[in-house]
């Protein structure tokens, strides 16, 4: 079981990013439309908090305030993977980012981390100002 996230880099502020995570292994093959997943990120000396949640068909998602209108999640079910589309990028921003994922039967749209069983290694997000 693996989820594989990537895309992070060094941006300018106001610039863009897209993030992916590929979930890969037994649990996920031919099964990923099992799981709803989301996108957590840690900055130094802070917790890990909610960015993004999409559910198990894409119809529906959740986004921390202070992301909405910037971040746009998405997944590709044929492909395993979801995306992290992060335009109009701050400082603030700077993170690591984690992809999660849960069984779609077990809660929706959940911004709790604790409900997430499967997560990524993280991919580093720095936003210059």
């Known amino acids: 079981v693996q989820l594989q996230a990537s895309g992070g880099g060094l941006v300018q502020a106001g610039g863009s990013l897209r993030l992916s995570c590929v979930a890969s292994?037994?649990?996920?093959?031919?099964?990923?439309?099992?799981?709803?997943m989301g996108w957590f990120r840690q900055a130094p000396g802070n917790e890990r908090e909610f960015v993004a949640t999409?559910?198990?068909?894409?119809?529906?998602?959740d986004y921390a305030n202070s992301v909405k209108g910037r971040f746009t999640i998405s997944r590709d079910n044929a492909k395993n993977t979801v995306y992290l589309q992060m335009n109009s990028l701050k400082p603030e921003d700077t993170a690591l980012y984690y992809c999660?994922?849960?069984?779609?039967?077990?809660?929706?749209?959940?911004?709790?981390?604790?409900?997430?069983?499967?997560w990524g290694q993280g991919t580093l997000v720095t936003v210059s100002s």
């Open positions: 999660a994922a849960h069984s779609r039967w077990t809660t929706m749209l959940s911004r709790r981390a604790e409900d997430y069983n499967y």
């Open positions: 999409i559910t198990w068909n894409g119809e529906k998602t």
């Open positions: 292994g037994r649990t996920f093959t031919n099964y990923f439309s099992s799981y709803e």
